[in-house]
Structure formats: C-alpha cells, structure tokens
C-alpha cells in the first residue's frame, strides 16, 4: 500500500516559520511542540501544534508560492538527488542547486526542501 510521506518535526516547523500556513481541516496529524505525533478526528482545539505537511504540500507551496521546482533524478550507483529550478519563466528555467545523493528519493526532497527554506526564501 502506498502512503503520503510527511515532513520530519524540524522541517515542519521550518516550514511554518517561513510561512507555509495551513487549514486545520485539512490535516488528521499534527506535531506537538515535543515533536509528538497526535491525531484529531475534529479541528483540534490545541494552540500548541503544527500540522504534519506532506513532502508534496510542501513541494507544491514552494512551486507555486516562491517558483521554486523541485525535480528528482536517479543515478544507479549513487542513489537519488534533487535538483532546484527557479520557473518564474518557463520559458527560461533556471537552475539553483541540487542536493547530495540519497537511498531514498524522498530524503532528496527533504533536503531540498530544507535547502529551499534555508538558503532561498
């Protein structure tokens, strides 16, 4: 079975300082400020929570906010890496950078994610 893969504690919490904001609906899990999974069939009443973004709301809200494009590549030997394309012109896209080489495709995206976050906004 297939499942959403989430943001770790520390990039959702990066992610919301830098101004991913959410709606409490939308989400079923959230962090607690220990960094504690819980789940809410309702919107939580608790101030003291981050949602749990998924690797791709993140994704989509860097694409689509600041114009950043992550892409994934695979090299047999090495493993997966993400590259980081500024789309403001389709036209033209721009390359930014690109992260180290991971096992996993998602760990790429999280670094780019975080490398995004850090270094571009």
């Known amino acids: 079975m297939v499942t959403e893969d989430y943001c770790p504690y520390e990039l959702a919490k ?15 899990s959230y962090y607690t400020l220990k960094g504690r999974i819980v789940y809410f069939k309702d919107k939580p009443k608790e101030i003291n929570i981050s949602p749990r973004f998924t690797l791709q709301t993140a994704c989509k809200w860097l694409r689509e906010e600041h114009k950043i494009h992550i892409a994934i590549q695979v090299f047999n030997e090495k493993g997966y890496n993400a590259i980081l394309c500024d789309v403001r012109d389709l036209h033209d896209v721009k390359y930014i ?15 780019a994610i975080k490398y995004a976050l850090e270094n571009l906004l």
Do not use: I, M, P
Not at 14 to 28: C, F, H, S, T, V
């Open 97 to 111: 950078s690109e992260t180290d080489f991971f096992f996993h495709a998602e760990k790429a995206v999280e670094a």
């Open 14 to 28: 990066l992610l919301l300082q830098k101004g991913l904001r959410y709606n409490d609906a939308e989400y079923e």
